[in-house]
């Protein structure tokens, strides 16, 4: 009878035992350094993240964590275990710069403070780095330290300059208070102190042009550089106004004067109903019947359209005034457009493309134009002669939120033949139609 051999022999095992130890002999150092730098890159992202959590404390709070577990749990995904010791159990260090470290976002940082506003994180695998930094010099040191060179040595490095915005406070004359980080500067109606400095993204601001800060007329979150002036001799409630804008004065809007372009005019012709005009040197006007001419002038008025007036500002006065250098008399009456007409576009027929007129030629009281006119005046018969009308009514109701689409000069009695006017095209800018506005 035959009988199978099954298993290993003594030698063939120990042979086996043998290989696997060479094995493990060869791949334990490739393994080794593999799982370390599994370990640094580990403390690398740890360190990152523990930087952003700081950031986000001195965003929300406007100061920076007084400690690393400080961050813990409310801007940091560790415990406070975790955030203090590394994975090899060595502590980590977290330090800003000393210049830093009375810093208070109240007052704010100068323009040579920017540069300290930072702070490192410090860790070491494998040993206590045992960072101590108590002078500025100490800080550079670190922070100039090549990390590369010493083996697991890491270290974080933050400059947080970008989240702070200057904020530029002048006072022209005695008064108003402002609100600065939640704190009250009254100026009891003594002149305020200029204030030039640097403060957190989000900081609140607000600014009172009463002497003791109650209800802010100016109020927001610092996210840009800026600058305000309080001026005591503007009107209630337009005291604090930035520094390149006014709080009122008189402007004059025609084309050509202090770089101004926010004139547009054209005029609007019966018989060529599909024409548009608007890049004409003249304004047409007559009331013939069949072959009539309509001139239509508008102009930016307002921050918000392109021009220099304050948004919602109070108008003292508004004149509105073209030069007609034609002969005939008549009167003419202001109506307000109502709808948004393009100079480029315009014709007898429609305001713009795919807009038409009520009315033809832009006649439809109530809808094309306001039903009631602004001012009328009347030409004489010789030119040159220049007509003023009084928008002032006109003007403030564009500044309580109509629709500026300007004015239409609607032909009332007088001699009916053509007379012309000067367009903002034509060549001489005195010439060129102009709305002078105090407020």
């Not at 957190?200 to 109020?219: C, N, S």
């Not at 095209?425 to 010439?431: D, L, P, Q």
């Amino acid at each position: 009878m035959i009988y199978s051999q099954r298993g290993f022999s003594l030698i063939a095992l120990i042979g086996i035992l043998a290989a696997i130890s060479i094995s493990l002999a060869i791949a334990s150092p490739a393994l080794i350094k593999i799982f370390e730098r599994e370990h640094q890159e580990t403390e690398r992202l740890q360190l990152d993240r523990i930087a952003i959590g700081i950031q986000q404390y001195l965003e929300q709070n406007k100061a920076f964590p007084p400690s690393l577990a400080s961050l813990v749990p409310d801007y940091v995904p560790f415990s406070t275990a975790q955030i203090n010791t590394n994975a090899h159990g060595f502590p980590r260090y977290y330090a800003i710069h000393p210049a830093m470290a009375g810093f208070s976002n109240g007052t704010g940082l100068s323009t040579s403070e920017l540069a300290n506003a930072r702070f490192l994180l410090v860790s070491n695998l494998a040993q206590d780095a045992a960072l101590t930094i108590s002078t500025p010099a100490e800080f550079e040191t670190w922070w100039s330290t090549n990390e590369s060179i010493t083996p697991n040595l890491h270290l974080h490095r933050s400059n947080v300059g970008h989240a702070f915005y200057s904020l530029s406070i002048t006072p022209i004359d005695n008064g108003g208070s402002f609100s600065l980080n939640n704190d009250s500067n009254n100026s009891g109606g003594n002149l305020l102190p200029a204030h030039n400095a640097f403060h957190l993204l989000g900081t609140m601001i607000g600014f009172d042009g009463d002497t003791t800060y109650t209800t802010p007329e100016v109020q927001f979150a610092l996210t840009t550089n800026t600058a305000y002036w309080f001026d005591p001799n503007c009107s209630s409630g337009k005291q604090w106004n930035p520094i390149e804008a006014e709080c009122g004065g008189v402007v004059t809007l025609q084309d050509g004067v202090d770089s101004y372009t926010g004139t547009r005019d054209t005029y609007l012709y019966s018989f060529h109903y599909w024409i548009n005009f608007g890049t004409r040197t003249e304004l047409i006007n007559t009331s013939h019947s069949g072959n009539s001419f309509v001139p239509l002038i508008r102009f930016a008025i307002f921050q918000s359209e392109g021009g220099p007036v304050p948004d919602g500002a109070t108008i003292q006065s508004a004149i509105l005034s073209v030069e007609k250098f034609s002969y005939y008399n008549t009167i003419y009456h202001a109506h307000r457009v109502l709808k948004d007409w393009v100079e480029t576009e315009a014709t007898w027929n429609d305001a713009q493309i795919g807009l038409p007129w009520t009315v033809g030629g832009a006649l439809g009281l109530g809808s094309d134009i306001l039903v009631l006119e602004d001012d009328q005046t009347e030409a004489g018969w010789d030119p040159p002669e220049v007509l003023s009308f009084d928008v002032t009514t006109g003007v403030q109701a564009f500044s309580d939120g109509m629709a500026n689409y300007g004015w239409h000069l609607v032909v009332g009695t007088g001699n009916g033949n053509i007379k012309r006017f000067r367009s903002r095209e034509y060549g001489t800018v005195a010439s060129r139609p102009k709305l002078v506005i105090q407020y």
